[in-house]
């Protein structure tokens, strides 16, 4: 039976899965080694899969349903860089009331555009980039199936996550931008007095995991699912969270940690298949990703460091 579930499916499923968190995880590492908590990736998670949908129902055109969505992130990220930036509130504070925001504005507009609370009507998802035929008989064409499965077979946010890891973390750590951008999270009132803007730093910063936490909302509506339900995030952004601290806030780390959530949430799906043969109730393995969260937490947090300035405002004195 254990061939049965370590199939290439599962494996790729653990990828597709991973992808939301992983993208969430890794803008968020991005806002935090400015110095902000981003607390809100499930609200901007969930607005953008609501207005993404909302938009690539009205267009007919998926693709501008994503961008709907990113930038309909974004806004309500910019909303948070305002309050903990501007107006030095509590981020933690900010953080919730946006999540809590995004859940009363998702199902109010629910009702109002479509008529009824629960399901949008279906938007066709975007196809995979590749689209190879499964392998022949024999051990080539088993083989060639594993690979075309784990490695051809994804959507072009997928990919996107994979580049935007390995990318962001040679510009977190090679480059001029990468180097202020630590500098704001570790030392903002040193990095003032050489003459980096620490509000416009933070700011950007901000709208960059806004960005990308709309990313993971779009690739959860119109690449999994097509369509959109209230509260489809489904602590997705906790979990992202979670893969942040994991991976020390480095973007590629972030993106290493959202696999093994990925591959939990995989595992549980193909588990609950075969529960009438372990005897176990599919109950218990739909808690599998956030014990795995909870364990993940337990271990970690207290042992990784923490940019020294995150979540503390900062006001300057030019």
């Not at 607005?47 to 961008?67: M, P, Y």
């Not at 996107?160 to 973390?169: D, R």
Request: net charge positive; hydrophobic share 55%.
């Amino acid at each position: 039976m254990l061939w049965q579930i370590l199939t290439p499916d599962l494996f790729a499923a653990a990828v597709r899965l991973s992808t939301p968190i992983a993208l969430a995880a890794m803008g968020a590492a991005v806002c935090e080694r400015s110095g902000v908590v981003n607390i809100a990736l499930e609200g901007l998670m969930l607005v953008s899969a609501f207005f993404g949908t909302v938009v690539a129902i009205f267009t007919h055109n998926t693709w501008l349903g994503v961008f709907g969505g990113v930038f309909a992130a974004m806004a309500f990220s910019a909303l948070h860089a305002w309050a903990s930036i501007n107006l030095r509130a509590d981020q933690i504070v900010s953080g919730t009331a946006i999540n809590l925001l995004a859940l009363g504005v998702t199902g109010f507009l629910m009702e109002a555009i479509f008529g009824h609370p629960g399901t949008t009507d279906p938007v066709p998802t975007i196809p995979p980039v590749f689209n190879f035929p499964m392998g022949g008989p024999g051990v080539l064409g088993t083989t060639w199936t594993w690979i075309n499965t784990i490695v051809f077979s994804y959507t072009p946010i997928v990919y996107f996550s994979m580049f935007f890891a390995v990318f962001m973390t040679w510009a977190m750590f090679r480059t001029r931008w990468g180097l202020r951008l630590r500098a704001l999270g570790e030392h903002p009132r040193a990095a003032d007095t050489v003459g980096i803007n620490v509000l416009r730093g933070r700011w950007i910063a901000v709208l960059i995991s806004g960005a990308m936490a709309g990313l993971a909302g779009a690739n959860l509506a119109l690449e999994q699912v097509g369509g959109f339900t209230e509260n489809m995030t489904n602590g997705r952004g906790f979990i992202a969270l979670a893969a942040m601290i994991f991976g020390r806030w480095i973007p590629g780390f972030g993106f290493l940690a959202s696999l093994l959530f990925g591959f939990a949430d995989a595992l549980q799906i193909k588990l609950q298949i075969f529960s009438n043969v372990i005897k176990i109730p599919p109950q218990f393995f739909l808690m599998l990703p956030y014990v795995l969260t909870v364990v993940v937490l337990a271990g970690v947090v207290g042992k990784a460091v923490a940019p020294a300035a995150d979540g503390k405002p900062y006001k300057s004195k030019g």
